[in-house]
């Protein structure tokens, strides 16, 4: 068993323990791999709910040395992050990228970039602008991420419909073109956990048109020891959930 998608209190709303009681409670729990992947920092930290930018290299070096002071599980370090092209362009995820030891980029698109001269974000619009149009925005977000080669997986492509109540066709058509897109560039769908788990973002309808055969991954988004302990004894029950095993 794998546990991946696991944040530490750098991100200012997970558990304020050391990352070395995750890696002891997967331990416990069997697991043969951990991976971390917490919210990445931007420079000039523009965003909340976050890592600092000057708490990246501790990160980093942090989880580096428990790896060598674990054999019996694999401890992976990556870093979850949104795709914005205002920091693509300025080389900001060629920059993650080229870090030693950081082994993945999690696109998790939380947010979007609205406009570009200055750039805005979708967390400035307002309530019903969101609920109207936010999905279109994220799912535009992530087919920009998919195609710049940056990414690893996608975390949680259904919670982008997390403001809508009612399914339409187009809701249908966008989630088509992200599970076409990343199926395309070889990355897996993460069947995040905590969505079932919390009834925040999880949309079955998306899971539904998801095709028998495509690389899906399996995410425990645990910001908290317990988090992670829950959703492993609840695991098939809530993967059953997504109906596409």
């Not at 790896?67 to 979850?80: A, D, F, Q, R, T």
């Not at 309808?205 to 095709?211: G, S």
């Not at 495509?214 to 988090?227: K, N, R």
Request: aromatic share 12%; hydrophobic share 35%.
């Amino acid at each position: 068993m794998k546990i991946f998608h696991v944040h530490t209190y750098r991100c200012g709303h997970a558990e304020n323990v050391p990352d070395e009681a995750y890696v002891k409670a997967a331990t416990e729990l069997g697991a043969s791999d951990i991976w971390f992947t917490d919210h990445a920092p931007f420079p000039g930290d523009p965003f909340g709910s976050r890592m600092r930018y000057k708490e990246l290299d501790e990160y980093i070096s942090t989880l580096s040395a428990l790896k060598k002071k674990y054999s019996s599980i694999n401890i992976h370090i990556g870093l979850e992050t949104e795709y914005f092209p205002y920091f693509d362009k300025a080389g900001y995820y060629a920059e993650l990228r080229s870090i030693p030891g950081l082994e993945l980029l999690l696109l998790g698109q939380h947010m979007a970039q609205i406009s570009s001269d200055p750039p805005a974000y979708s967390f400035s619009m307002s309530r019903e602008e969101l609920e109207e149009t936010e999905y279109r925005h994220l799912a535009k977000a992530i087919m920009q991420g998919i195609g710049t080669g940056y990414f690893g997986a996608v975390a949680h492509p259904d919670r982008i419909f997390r403001r809508i109540r009612e399914w339409t066709d187009d809701m249908a058509e966008v989630s088509r073109e992200i599970i076409t897109a990343a199926a395309e560039a070889g990355l897996p769908l993460e069947r995040n956990l905590s969505s079932p788990d919390t009834n925040y973002g999880f949309t079955p309808e998306f899971w539904k048109l998801v095709p028998a055969g495509t690389e899906l991954i399996t995410g425990y988004d645990a910001h908290c020891i317990s988090d992670m302990i829950s959703r492993t004894e609840k695991r098939e029950d809530l993967l059953a959930l997504f109906g596409c095993m």
